[in-house]
Structure formats: C-alpha cells, structure tokens
C-alpha cells in the first residue's frame, strides 16, 4: 500500500529463534500498530505505538516487543519463535484525528511467518 | 471494552444477486464503524466508514452500508455482485473516545463472500 512497506514479505524461521518484522511509513503518521491475522480469529492488536519511544501493549502481546526510535519506523520483535506464532503480521498505520474524527488505518500488505 | 460479531463466516451467492454481510457491534459509547475486504494474499483496504450524519454509507464498487443504532448494527450490502467481489470483508469499530493509543480498531471474524457463476 502506498506509504506504507513491510519487510519481509515471507519469512520462515526455528523454534526458539529471535524474528524482527520491519514497518516502514512514508506518510508522517503518529500511531501505528501492529496486528496478527489468524483463520477464525480475524485480526488482534499485538502492541501499538502513539510516537517515537511510546508503545503499549494490544491484546495478544506475550511473546512480543515492539521498538519505534523513529518517526516511520516501528519493528516488531518475537523474541523466542513459538509454533503458535505462525500467523500473517499486518502492520497498520494512522494520523491524528482531525476535526472530522478518525478515519481509519491504512494497512501493509503483511508478512506471513511460519515458525517450524 | 468494544467488540465486533460477523455472524457468518462464509456467505456464497451467484454472480448477479444481491448480497448481506451482517455485522452487529458492542460497546458502552459512541463508535465509529468501518467495513474492509482483502483480496487474496493482500493488506485490507477500506471499503467504508461511518463517522457521523446519515446513517446510509456509500464506498467503493458499489458496496453500501447501514448503521443502525438501535439494533447496535452496521450490515453491509451490494445489489449485484460480481466475479471480483470475491474477498473476505472486515468489520472493524472503534470508541468515539480518543485515548493515548489513539483509535484502536477491534475487528470481526471476518465473513468470506464466494460469487459463484
């Protein structure tokens, strides 16, 4: 999606492993967050970022850290693969509500990892 | 807390019919209210949104939507689908209240739409 690049597209790594997913964004936004997509559970925020060295945990954090010491950049670290972390990563991005209210996220085009 | 509920997992239709995707929220405020799709192997692109005013939403190719307070829904609707319309659709609510996270969007389940021939 324009303004918006994960990294990488596919990756499969080992149990017990360190994974570090890249988000990239070009459009200057404040939040940004991080999701995982998984049959039957549509998506489920991981953690979640309100500004350069402001992160917080979403609702299926355990087994993740995040890290943003940029404005366009916010990474996404599993810090010991696990099998149940095979899933499609998206990473989402927005600006700060205007006057209008919120608009919505503009989406990545995700990482699918496969932990074996 | 806010929650999303797509009651059906997968809806098919022939190509030509009308289409209902059904989408029933909850939550102790005001919310916003957005349906995505994703196409195969591919991020979730905004479909529509409902922020404030007439309850009847139009986005893209052709899809509208329905928010209906009362009955604490938002259905999304196509008069005629088409080959391409084949996707999963999201729907996606978030509070009105803007916390330090921002707008946090919680997602449905997600619906599977299969156009038949």
């Known amino acids: 999606d324009a303004g918006i690049t994960q990294s990488p597209r596919h990756k499969v790594t080992e149990t017990g492993t360190p994974v570090t997913l890249r988000c990239h964004q070009t459009e200057n936004h404040r939040y940004m967050y991080w999701y995982r997509q998984d049959p039957g559970h549509g998506l489920r925020l991981i953690h979640y970022?309100?500004?350069?060295?402001?992160?917080d945990k979403g609702e299926v954090s355990d087994g993740y850290s995040v890290s943003r010491s940029k404005t366009e950049d916010f990474l996404l670290t599993l810090e010991s693969a696990t099998s149940s972390q095979t899933s499609v990563y998206f990473c989402a991005i927005s600006p700060s509500s205007g006057t209008g209210g919120f608009y919505g996220y503009t989406f990545g085009s995700g990482t699918r990892l496969t932990v074996v | 807390a806010q929650s999303v509920t797509q009651l059906d997992s997968q809806v098919p239709v022939f190509e030509e019919a009308p289409v209902e995707l059904r989408c029933n929220y909850s939550?102790?405020?005001?919310?916003?209210l957005f349906w995505y799709v994703q196409y195969p192997n591919q991020g979730l692109q905004l479909l529509l949104k409902y922020l404030s005013g007439s309850t009847l939403v139009k986005g893209i190719n052709g899809f509208e939507a329905e928010f209906n307070k009362s009955q604490t829904s938002f259905h999304l609707r196509k008069p005629s689908v088409h080959i391409s319309d084949t996707a999963e659709y999201f729907c996606a609510v978030s509070d009105f209240e803007l916390t330090g996270g921002g707008n946090k969007l919680t997602f449905g389940t997600g619906t599977q739409l299969k156009v038949e021939l």
């Open positions: 939550s102790s405020v005001s919310v916003y």
């Open positions: 970022s309100y500004g350069v060295k402001d992160t």
